[in-house]
């Protein structure tokens, strides 16, 4: 006895490819969402490259890449930064492949009253200032203001000009502004009276040119650019296949044979 294979109403089942798939499958799902947060992270390329591409024109046209003016100060008879690493003692690879002019800007509590900056070897300076009260600035200012380390002692510095230890120095009286090509190696710079007489208070800020910018900005614009064509890859794929549909059945019966 045969099999009655109809379908509903003595039709033919329709055939595999005609049956009615979920148009969201997880795949699917998954890739969308997988594309926005790409999407999301793109954006987040493209804006840092952008803000790397205007501060490199910015310095282009002569202008330092300058920390926010931040006051600093010691009841010790030196303020200094924290040692410096610049890596080897290369001055192509710390000049010339990533930083560039260094600017340390600082101006006296008092006007009248002469201060020095100077960098020198951090191990120079650690030496020069050894059983001195002295104060280190730590890490990089934030909102809540300036933290120190205090190094305590009861020896008294010679006047820094009198030291032949510094590889840029400026003093005297008002605004002093050193400007230092950087060099590989460890560095600490130094804020003091020109006569190391204790109790210094200034307000200072930083800035640095960085020749390789350049590359950094349009490596995150690149960068960009290739995760934000993924994303569209991973939403527009799944958005178009799940708006197709299959074709249906042929209409009518089959021809006889």
């Known amino acids: 006895m045969a ?12 055939p595999a490819a005609y049956r009615q798939r979920p148009a ?8 969308v969402v997988f594309g926005a947060v790409l999407a999301l992270i793109s954006i987040g390329l493209l804006v840092v490259g952008g ?24 009841g010790g008879f030196a303020v200094t930064s924290d040692v410096v690493n610049l890596g080897p003692g290369s001055t192509d690879w710390a000049g010339s492949s990533w930083l560039g002019t260094v600017r340390f800007r600082v101006t006296p509590g008092d006007p009248s009253r002469p201060v020095f900056v100077g960098i020198a070897p951090a191990a120079s300076v650690q030496s020069y200032l050894a059983g001195a009260r002295y104060s280190t600035v730590t890490g990089f200012p934030g909102s809540h203001g300036v933290t120190y380390i205090q190094h305590e002692g009861n020896a008294s510095p010679a006047a820094p000009l009198s030291r032949q230890i510094w590889a840029a120095q400026v003093s005297g009286s008002g605004t002093q502004t050193l400007t230092w090509r950087a060099q590989g190696g460890d560095w600490i710079v130094v804020v003091m009276n020109t006569t190391a007489a204790p109790g210094v208070s200034v307000t200072a800020d930083a800035g640095a040119t960085v020749p390789a910018l350049t590359g950094i900005a349009i ?16 939403i527009v794929i799944p958005v178009r296949l799940a708006g197709r549909r299959p074709a249906g059945p042929p209409a009518g019966p089959p021809p006889a044979g």
Request: no cysteine; aromatic share 8%.
């Open 3 to 14: 099999t009655n294979t109809s379908g509903a109403g003595g039709w033919p089942p329709a």
């Open 24 to 31: 969201w499958t997880g795949g699917r799902i998954v890739s």
């Open 51 to 74: 803000i790397l591409m205007w501060a490199d024109q910015s310095q282009r046209s002569g202008s330092f890449l300058t920390t926010s003016s931040r006051p600093l100060g010691s």
């Open 219 to 234: 490596g995150f614009l690149v960068a960009g650019v290739v995760v934000a064509a993924g994303a569209i890859a991973l």
